[in-house]
């Protein structure tokens, strides 16, 4: 069996993670979150997986974890995340750079063999090319939350070089999935619509993202750990289909049959990009099979929600 543990487990992205390597049956898995924004209901029931409630910016409480069993991999998904919250709780965001040492510090002392890191497409920040590209397009935002991506990026090239700890760095764009909160555009929408509100637009709503499917994410996540790839690389994981906001907003009222109305709301003063593309050659090769299109997933996350 192979051990993993997983920080902001009982979070979307981190328990996702879960239940697609429970499904595989050789891993034994630990997931750790302070549930800010992570659920219980959202942790995987099985023999092989161990809930404990921990913030990981914690030395204490998380050294206390690592140091009574021996973890084979880290993945470090444990961040203050959305929009609003991280704009308007800036310093507890750059409270999460002592999570980030914490994790490098104790996997290093502790023979972990390789730390996976969530970046996010919020380092590119307005980005001055299309699609964003991981080693050619400038990381130029000066949000807290960017910030924070970019700097634990840069840990984790540090502790390779001064301490030999491999790292993967996984920029995420758009992921959406039958377990995301209410604070991101896709569940907002799909929530509104669902129950006939109106769905508020910022601005005109022509900023363009890509979104991916969980199972796109997760999928090409374990494939990376079980073929040894990405080893000291950073890859752009999302898709690269744009659709802008008001498109989304039109299909999704389309798919739910909803008598919801767009509305548009004034542009947001900061944080709200124009444009998100990512180049994702990288993950296309990993994953080896197309990636699921945006109508198709949202008709898998309604099947769950309908």
Do not use: W
Not at 16 to 24: F, I
Not at 150 to 166: I, M, P
Not at 205 to 210: E, P
């Amino acid at each position: 069996m192979t051990n993993i543990l997983i920080t902001g487990g009982a979070g979307f992205i981190g328990s996702s993670l879960a239940d697609y390597l429970l499904q595989k049956g050789n891993y034994k898995i630990v997931l750790v979150d302070n549930l800010l924004t992570g659920q219980m209901k959202h942790l995987p029931q099985s023999e092989n997986c161990r809930f404990i409630k921990c913030d990981a910016n914690s030395y204490a409480n998380l050294s206390a974890i690592m140091t009574c069993q021996t973890f084979d991999y880290v993945f470090h998904y444990a961040a203050v995340v959305g929009v609003k919250r991280t704009l308007e709780n800036p310093i507890m965001v750059l409270d999460d750079l002592q999570g980030i040492k914490n994790i490098l510090e104790l996997s290093k002392n502790t023979g972990v063999k390789r730390v996976f890191f969530s970046s996010s497409s919020e380092v590119y920040g307005e980005p001055v090319e299309s699609p964003q590209r991981e080693y050619s397009t400038p990381l130029n935002s000066r949000l807290p939350y960017a910030i924070v991506k970019n700097v634990g990026e840069a840990f984790c090239r540090s502790y390779k070089q001064e301490h030999n700890l491999d790292y993967t760095i996984l920029r995420f764009f758009n992921t959406y999935g039958e377990k995301q909160s209410s604070d991101f555009v896709m569940s907002k929408f799909l929530k509104l619509a669902l129950a006939n509100q109106d769905i508020p637009l910022y601005g005109d709503g022509l900023q363009s993202r890509t979104f991916c499917y969980i199972q796109d994410n997760v999928e090409a996540t374990v494939n990376a750990l079980e073929q040894n790839l990405l080893i000291n690389e950073v890859a752009n994981f999302g898709n690269d289909h744009i659709t802008s906001i008001l498109e989304l907003a039109k299909i999704i009222i389309k798919l739910t049959d909803s008598k919801s109305k767009i509305v548009n709301l004034p542009p947001l003063p900061e944080g709200d990009m124009t444009r998100r593309q990512p180049e994702i050659s990288k993950m296309k090769q990993i994953l080896q099979r197309p990636l699921i299109e945006l109508e198709e997933g949202i008709k898998k996350v309604l099947s769950k929600k309908m």
